[in-house]
């Protein structure tokens, strides 16, 4: 379909849906949804139940970065669950947040619509990043009707005087369902990860590069994709801490590190995520226990993706295994100086194979690709 706004014909769901069905024969877990993001954010509510009753007639899961996440997080996680309801099929909710400081609180709201759901028997589960910033591509601070067609007709588009105009008007007024992060982080609270060619950009907020250029920083933002080619990862300040440890503790939440590795100052969660919950959030703030952490991280991510061989210390499982100090780990890694390793892990064994010895890589290359499941297991 590209990257069209328009729903499916017939022919296209049907078409999509032996896809499935043949890459999930091939070994495939089930399938996973952007709708927040060109093209996934054109899907409407009917074309993923479609897609999802063959995931979950095949045993598979659907995992699912909600089309919004800030003003309308409430009705987007409803939507998550309507889809589990209406198929049978495994839910995951990726990165759960209530983004914005509107939205600040709402976890309370949305987490009980998750304990509602799984008291029907609906098996849905989220997961969350331990940092109250989230990362993405920066042409996404822009409305959806400047996507379609692709990545060179965005690009065509804001070179044009009036196109930018308009662009600035829906990001001051808002378009009905768009999640419209420029308005909801503010120019301020959005930093540059990377760029592929203006190295002196990366670490500085939108704000902050529009007034040493002297524009607006809407400008500012189409220029810098002009000029990177869109090219351009960012960093939105924009969750509270309160929400974040709130999704952490819940019990049909479990952690994930949401990371894209890159140069210049990607989001520190590529390198601290799963420290930064044993030190921060077990150690010092005591938010959880040390034993459910860990079972955030191992075992209950391993039933959710039904992997039976992984995930837990028990005879006949995979030795995947990592040791260290409860008392010293902790993550290094700061949204200024992202590029640092934690500290107090001793060994990690992958499959039995030492791959860290005394903290430092031993080059052992012994992954396995995980064989996909007959079915997912619920996580209570």
């Given at each position: 379909m590209g990257v069209d706004d328009r729903e499916p014909t017939p022919e296209e769901l049907t078409t999509m849906k032996q896809s499935i069905e043949v890459a999930m024969g091939e070994g495939a877990f089930g399938l996973s949804s952007g709708l927040a993001y060109p093209p996934g954010l054109f899907s409407n509510q009917h074309e993923m139940i479609e897609l999802c009753k063959v995931v979950a007639q095949k045993g598979g899961i659907y995992t699912t970065h909600m089309r919004n996440e800030t003003d309308a997080c409430i009705e987007c996680v409803g939507e998550s669950i309507e889809i589990g309801e209406k198929t049978g099929v495994s839910v995951e909710i990726s990165h759960h947040k209530t983004a914005g400081t509107d939205n600040w609180g709402k976890s309370h709201l949305t987490l009980k619509l998750v304990d509602e759901a799984r008291a029907k028997g609906?098996?849905?589960?989220?997961?969350?990043?331990?940092?109250?910033?989230?990362?993405?591509m920066l042409q996404s601070l822009l409305p959806p009707w400047v996507h379609v067609g692709g990545m060179a007709k965005m690009l065509e588009r804001i070179r044009m005087p009036e196109i930018r105009q308009k662009i600035k008007e829906d990001i001051?007024?808002?378009?009905?369902?768009w999640e419209n992060l420029a308005k909801t982080s503010g120019w301020e609270n959005?930093?540059?990860?990377?760029?592929?060619?203006?190295?002196?950009?990366?670490?500085?907020?939108?704000?902050?590069?529009?007034?040493?250029?002297n524009v607006e920083p809407?400008?500012?933002?189409?220029?810098?994709?002009?000029?990177?080619?869109?090219?351009?990862?960012?960093?939105?300040?924009?969750?509270?801490?309160?929400?974040?440890?709130?999704?952490?503790?819940?019990?049909?939440?479990?952690?994930?590190?949401?990371?894209?590795?890159?140069?210049?100052?990607?989001?520190?969660?590529?390198?601290?995520?799963?420290p930064r919950v044993l030190s921060k959030y077990v150690r010092t703030e005591k938010a959880i226990t040390l034993e459910n952490?860990?079972?955030?991280?191992?075992?209950?991510?391993?039933?959710?993706?039904?992997?039976?061989d992984r995930g837990?210390?028990?005879?006949?499982?995979?030795?995947?295994?990592?040791?260290?100090?409860?008392?010293?780990?902790?993550?290094?890694?700061?949204?200024?100086?992202?590029?640092?390793?934690p500290v107090g892990i001793?060994?990690?064994?992958?499959?039995?194979?030492?791959?860290?010895?005394?903290?430092?890589?031993?080059?052992?290359?012994?992954?396995?690709?995980?064989?996909?499941?007959?079915?997912?297991?619920?996580?209570?």
């Open positions: 609906i098996n849905v589960n989220c997961d969350v990043y331990p940092y109250p910033a989230a990362s993405t001051s007024k808002g378009l009905p369902t959005i930093m540059i990860g990377f760029c592929k060619n203006g190295k002196e950009l990366e670490g500085k907020s939108i704000n902050e590069i529009a007034l040493a250029r809407a400008e500012a933002l189409f220029d810098i994709l002009i000029e990177e080619e869109s090219n351009v990862s960012m960093v939105m300040f924009m969750m509270s801490e309160d929400d974040v440890t709130n999704i952490l503790k819940h019990p049909a939440v479990l952690v994930v590190s949401d990371a894209f590795y890159s140069t210049g100052k990607p989001h520190p969660r590529y390198f601290g995520s799963f952490g860990i079972r955030k991280m191992t075992s209950m991510p391993a039933q959710k993706l039904g992997l039976r837990m210390l028990l005879e006949g499982m995979w030795a995947d295994i990592t040791v260290f100090d409860p008392e010293t780990i902790e993550d290094k890694a700061t949204f200024a100086v992202p590029a640092q390793l001793h060994y990690v064994l992958v499959n039995g194979q030492v791959s860290v010895r005394d903290g430092k890589y031993t080059g052992a290359v012994a992954g396995k690709t995980a064989v996909a499941p007959s079915a997912p297991l619920a996580c209570t």
